[in-house]
């Protein structure tokens, strides 16, 4: 069992940054490849980064270039960076783990989930 509680979410205005944090407490975080996902009203959640077990990354086509997925194993802890942000990136942001070292996209490939932290972005 992993418990994965998220911080950092707020409002901001366009253009803004916001570092979303994802602490993880349980069995080994560091054998967790961990994702971030996210969900606007009346939207299906979407995936935005994810990050393997030895630190490779992949990102959604929405979010490349803008945010930075990282992680920190000593701490237990994944982080999202998103700068450059846009009102379309309004959502609740969840972060997952998947017990697997490969990186995924896939909602479905995800065993753990976070109750979500709220980023609002106005214009």
């Known amino acids: 069992q992993v418990q994965l509680v998220e911080s950092g979410g707020g409002l901001v205005q366009a253009g803004g940054s916001l570092r979303l944090s994802c602490a993880a407490s349980?069995?080994?975080?560091?054998?967790?490849?961990m994702g971030w996902f996210r969900q606007a009203p009346g939207k299906e959640r979407e995936s935005v980064a994810t990050?393997?077990?030895?630190?490779?990354?992949m990102y959604a086509g929405s979010t490349r270039g803008r945010f930075t997925i990282s992680r920190d194993n000593a701490k237990n802890t994944v982080y999202l960076q998103m700068n450059s942000l846009k009102p379309e990136d309004t959502a609740v942001y969840y972060c997952?783990?998947?017990?697997?070292?490969?990186?995924?996209?896939?909602?479905?490939?995800?065993?753990?989930w976070g109750q979500g932290t709220q980023v609002t972005i106005s214009s």
């Open positions: 349980g069995q080994a975080f560091s054998a967790y490849t």
């Open positions: 997952a783990a998947r017990a697997s070292r490969w990186p995924s996209l896939a909602i479905r490939d995800y065993d753990y």
């Open positions: 990050i393997s077990t030895l630190g490779g990354y």
